[in-house]
C-alpha cells in the first residue's frame, strides 16, 4: 500500500469515539503474530484492523441490498 494511503488514513475509536489519523496511533510492530492493532492515543484502546474476509461480506451484502430495492 502506498505510504501516503497510510498515513492520510482517518480512523476512530470504537471505544470512546475520538478521531485521529493511523499514523498517530501506536501500533503493535513489535508484536510477534503481526496482529496490526493500533491503540487509540485518547484512551489507549486498541483497534483491530477489519477483516478481509469480512470487508468482502459486508461489500457483497450491500450490492445485493441495492439490487433488491
Known sequence: MDEN???DQIIKCEFCGFTFQ???????DSCPINCKTVK???????????????????????????MIK
Open 22 to 28: 493511523k499514523c498517530d496511533g501506536i501500533s503493535c
Open 40 to 66: 487509540c492515543p485518547n484512551c489507549g484502546y486498541e483497534i483491530l484492523p477489519e477483516s478481509k474476509s469480512y470487508k468482502f461480506m459486508e461489500d457483497s451484502f450491500r450490492k445485493i441490498k441495492s
Open 5 to 7: 494511503k497510510i498515513k
